[in-house]
Every structure is written in structure tokens, then in C-alpha cells.
């Protein structure tokens, strides 16, 4: 379908208002590279800054499966969270995320989160509010037989979408606890995916190629009435590419969910030229510019009329 930019915009965007809008955020920059980071200490209690300007990050590496402990204590009464990212691809660990407020108190946060294959891993003190000072302490604990848990989703991963044609598929606590779809436009144009399912709670987040550490499109509108009836939109470019993420917001059961996506081009067609009628006989009836530069020649030379235009009789024109 290929319509008008500024119409398909309009209608667009309406429908998807109309049906409930997500939630959207700007994409973070991705963060700095592996050597910028300080590792994180394990075995030991340090004293650091996160600021909303600046959240503090650390980097920790493991060298195969087991279970990392990290305690976060604020000196004040500040807001702070724990996360932990995938360094490799930016994203977040599932259940990656921290902030229980231990005793009330909103600066004390603690998690316990297995790593289950061998990388870099990235943990940053997030505050919710201006930041502060805050105490970090960290243990590591070896577990081999978590190699046989199932390794989280990667968007390198990520199903192909077909405008038109669903794709099923599920979440559960004994498998997928999320799935990844993509979409690469083929022109410039919107494209809207959407899932359903008979039971659940599903999410949708978009994230640009690259920029996994937080999605630029978020989806827990519950259309129609239902938990699991989700749909955002995204504006891409020509050859730009786009990933979905559908995850559980309670991942204690399994459900299964069809994904479907729809596009519409920005794209004009160009109207073809208008061709005239042309009389029988083809280009034989139409004189070639050259014969007719021919014979305006020849008149102005003073050759003489064709045959059919009679001179008038002598003594000029009879009355």
C-alpha cells in the first residue's frame, strides 16, 4: 500500500491513539566501551556517586555459570535501583532489575542473579531521583549445573516478521521467559505490531539495531479489555531495522500469543504520462521535424506553392 507521507501519518497514528498508546522513551546512547568501565569488586565494600547525569556503572566478568549477589546501601535517603545488562548486546537480564526498598527505605536494594553463560556483564546503580552517594558490596558463586538453564533470548535471534502473516509463539517460567521479533522496512513507512492471546499478561518493547539498553516504544495499553492485547508503532527508514521484544509481566505461567504486523509505505507512486490519441496510421500521419524544417526552408527560398494552392487570376480578385 503506498499512500501519501502526510496522509499516512495522519491515519496512522490516529488509529493507534485511538486504540491505546504506549508508553515511548528516547533510546539511551549505548554505553562506553569494555575498558571504561571499573570492574565490579567482589568480596569487598565500596563507596561510589550515581547521579541521573551520570548512573554509576561497573563491569563484571564470568568466566562460566553461577550466582551474582549485589547489595546496594545509600549513605542518604536517596531513590536507587540495581540493574544488570548483557554488555555484548546492551540488553537486560530477565529479572534483571531491582528496587524493593529492603525495610522501607527506598536507597536499600539487594538481588541475587544467575548468570548463566560465560561473558561481560554490566550493573548500574540507577537513581530515581538527583542521585547520591551510596556503599556496593558484590559475591560471585560458581553453580555449573546452571549451564543447564536456558540462556535468555537474543535479539540476534529474532524471528523475521511478514507483513500480513502471524507468528505464533509463547513465554513460560520453564522455557522462553521472552521472544524477539524483527521487521526491516523496505521503504520508508510505519509498521505496527501487535499480539494476542486467550489469557495473560504481555509487554511489548521496541529497540533500535543496537541500542538494546532501553526500548524506544513500550506497550501495556491491554486493548479491547485484555492483558495480553498489546500493539505499538514505529516510523522506520528505508533498509532500517527494527526489533520487537514480547515478554510475560507474570512469567509463573506459560502463554501462548500470535504476533501480527502491518505496514504502510510513505512512498508516491508516480503517475505515468499521459499519452494522446494518435491518428490511424500511426507516426505516418505526423510529419518528421526535419521534413518540416525542410519545407519551411524551401518557402523562404521562394520555391515554388505546392500544386494545391492555386495563384490568384490575373487582375486580382474578382468581385
Not at 55 to 75: E, M, N, Q, W
Request: with cysteine.
Amino acid at each position: 500500500m503506498k499512500i501519501k507521507t502526510g496522509l499516512a501519518k495522519m491515519l496512522l497514528y490516529a488509529v493507534v491513539a485511538f486504540q491505546g498508546a504506549g508508553y515511548s522513551a528516547f533510546a539511551q546512547e549505548e554505553e562506553d566501551s569494555t575498558s571504561d568501565l571499573p570492574e565490579l569488586a567482589i568480596g569487598s565494600v565500596a563507596d561510589d556517586v550515581s547521579t541521573r547525569a551520570s548512573p554509576s556503572s561497573y563491569l563484571f566478568h564470568a568466566d562460566g555459570p553461577g550466582l551474582l549477589t549485589i547489595a546496594v546501601r545509600a549513605k542518604h535517603q536517596d531513590d536507587l535501583t540495581i540493574e544488570v545488562y548483557s554488555h555484548q548486546s546492551n540488553q537486560m537480564l530477565p529479572n534483571g532489575r531491582c528496587d524493593i526498598d529492603f525495610n522501607g527505605n527506598a536507597g536499600y536494594e539487594h538481588m541475587a542473579i544467575p548468570i548463566v553463560t560465560a561473558g561481560d556483564y554490566r550493573i548500574v546503580i540507577e537513581p530515581l531521583g538527583n542521585g547520591g552517594a551510596f556503599w556496593i558490596g558484590a559475591s560471585w558463586l560458581p553453580f555449573e549445573l546452571l549451564e543447564d538453564a536456558l540462556a535468555p533470548a537474543k535479539p540476534e535471534d529474532a524471528t523475521p516478521l511478514t507483513p500480513g502473516t502471524p507468528q505464533d509463539g509463547a513465554v513460560s517460567p520453564g522455557g522462553e521467559v521472552e521472544q524477539w521479533y524483527s521487521y526491516t522496512a523496505a521503504s520508508e513507512g510505519v509498521v505496527i505490531i501487535s499480539t494476542e492471546a486467550d489469557h495473560g499478561d504481555l509487554v511489548i518493547e521496541a529497540y533500535h539495531d543496537g541500542q538494546f539498553n532501553d526500548s524506544f516504544e513500550y506497550s501495556d495499553n491491554d486493548r479491547n479489555g485484555s492483558n495480553a492485547n498489546e500493539r505499538v508503532i514505529a516510523e522506520l527508514n528505508q533498509g532500517q531495522t527494527v526489533y520487537f521484544k514480547v515478554r510475560g509481566l507474570n512469567p509463573s505461567y506459560e502463554v501462548e500469543f500470535d504476533v501480527t504486523s502491518q505496514f504502510a509505505s510513505f512512498a508516491v507512486d508516480e503517475p505515468e504520462p499521459e499519452q494522446g490519441p494518435q491518428e490511424e496510421g500511426g507516426d505516418d500521419t505526423q510529419e518528421e521535424p526535419a521534413a518540416a524544417e525542410d519545407a519551411a526552408q524551401a518557402t523562404d527560398d521562394g520555391d515554388a506553392a505546392p500544386a494545391d494552392e492555386a495563384a490568384p487570376p490575373a487582375g486580382g480578385v474578382g468581385r
